[in-house]
């Protein structure tokens, strides 16, 4: 059995007389998208927020409001948050790197000096 | 461009009529801020109302080039008489359907305007035209999907997208009243017309007004709302004026 009202909407909306224990599931049909933006052509399309929309055409449009009105923009993604795949929170740790593996990183080798040495010998301007 | 006494004259009637417009359909989007139906859209209409207070900004930037008063004189310090607004901007904003009903019915006539006034031979009024040409495009980007996807969504929708279409028809014919100035400004290659302008409109509005399978009112069996251009407005206008210009009244010699 649906609710009857005397207000035409409410009984076209045909809501059960007894709601769902969980009402969020049904009304969250405006889903909510991620928003990309590029500065300049060529450039990566970056993060800048996320919004809610009906559907991808009108996210578009909101988006461009939302995050290009006042800063540069040429370009505009959006993306359903639900379609964006993600590690998982609990394993943030596999990002870690181990302080011994210093000798990965570029800036683990100490060259400058070298460098320098080499410059001042063949009189390069520094 | 070296420009008669008469052609001035029709140039300005042209631009208060546009700087007017604006000003006042600008300053009912206002009213929706922080009152839309969403979030997002309240962002977006409100940015887009500002966008209208600018155009009118560089409109009447451009009758203080050509003697007038400054623009914050221009648009606060003039009575009710002498504005030149159509009666579809004054109109209260309603409820959302009807207000983005005017949106789609005004940002569809004044795009293609300023893509007309984009060749004028009136080199300034050409120049405003060409530089608003990404925002209008936006205006009715954000009007079209909107209207059609109301208008295509339930029965409640469809049925407040056409009834809102209904009353604001004959209020957007209003748009176009024909100006004494008419044949000056063609002949001169200022502008090619209100009804040339109508005609493009018509066209354009019954492409999206059919993808949204909407029932477009018959033009030939309406009266087009006149008057605004000649100073005659509606009731709605003066209470506007009133509150728009209540501060600047208070001190208009003030610096800001």
């Known amino acids: 059995m649906s609710i009857k009202s005397i207000d035409p909407r409410v009984t076209r909306e045909s809501l059960p007389e007894q709601p769902d224990t969980n009402p969020?599931?049904?009304?969250?049909?405006?889903?909510?998208?991620?928003?990309?933006?590029?500065?300049?052509?060529?450039s990566h399309h970056i993060h800048v927020g996320s919004l809610h929309s009906p559907n991808s055409e009108m996210a578009l449009i909101l988006a461009k409001e939302q995050y290009a009105r006042r800063y540069k923009c040429v370009n505009m993604w959006v993306v359903k948050t639900a379609d964006?795949?993600?590690?998982?929170?609990?394993?943030?740790?596999?990002?870690?790197?181990?302080?011994?593996k210093i000798y990965r990183e570029a800036s683990g080798y100490k060259v400058m000096d070298r460098i320098n040495k080499f410059k001042d010998e063949q009189k390069i301007k520094k | 461009m070296n420009i008669s006494k008469s052609e001035i004259e029709a140039v300005k009637d042209l631009i208060y009529r546009m700087a007017d417009d604006e000003l006042i359909l600008g300053h009912r989007n206002s009213?929706?801020?922080?009152?839309?139906?969403?979030?997002?859209?309240?962002?977006?209409?409100?940015?887009?109302?500002?966008d209208k207070l600018g155009h009118a900004q560089a409109l009447y930037q451009i009758l203080n080039k050509l003697g007038d008063a400054d623009p914050d004189t221009l648009a606060f310090g003039r009575k009710e008489k002498d504005m030149k607004c159509c009666h579809l901007v004054e109109y209260p904003i309603g409820e959302y359907d009807f207000s983005l009903m005017r949106h789609f019915l005004f940002d569809e006539a004044e795009a293609l305007r300023f893509e007309m006034l984009s060749k004028s031979s009136f080199e300034d009024l050409a120049n405003v035209a060409k530089k608003f040409r990404g925002e209008l495009k936006y205006h009715t980007m954000h009007a079209e999907?909107?209207?059609?996807?109301?208008?295509?969504?339930?029965?409640?929708?469809?049925?407040?997208?056409?009834?809102s279409l209904n009353e604001c028809f004959p209020l957007a014919l209003g748009i176009f009243e024909p100006s004494e100035f008419e044949d000056i400004l063609i002949s001169s290659n200022i502008f090619q017309g209100e009804k040339v302008l109508m005609e493009s409109w018509l066209l354009k509005i019954e492409e999206i007004l059919e993808?949204?399978?909407?029932?477009i009112p018959d033009v030939s069996t309406l009266t087009p709302v006149y008057g605004g251009r000649k100073?005659?407005?509606t009731e709605y206008l003066k209470p506007l004026l009133d509150e728009m210009t209540e501060v600047y009244c208070i001190d208009p010699e003030a610096e800001w």
């Open chain 1, 24 to 42: 969020m599931k049904e009304f969250n049909h405006w889903q909510t998208y991620e928003v990309f933006h590029q500065e300049k052509s060529g």
């Open chain 1, 84 to 100: 964006v795949i993600t590690t998982k929170p609990e394993d943030e740790d596999i990002f870690e790197t181990a302080p011994e």
């Open chain 2, 31 to 50: 009213e929706w801020t922080g009152l839309g139906p969403i979030l997002e859209e309240d962002i977006a209409f409100s940015s887009m109302a500002q």
């Open chain 2, 145 to 163: 999907i909107w209207i059609e996807q109301l208008a295509n969504g339930n029965e409640e929708s469809k049925a407040r997208m056409q009834s």
């Open chain 2, 211 to 215: 993808k949204a399978n909407l029932k």
């Open chain 2, 231 to 233: 100073g005659y407005h």
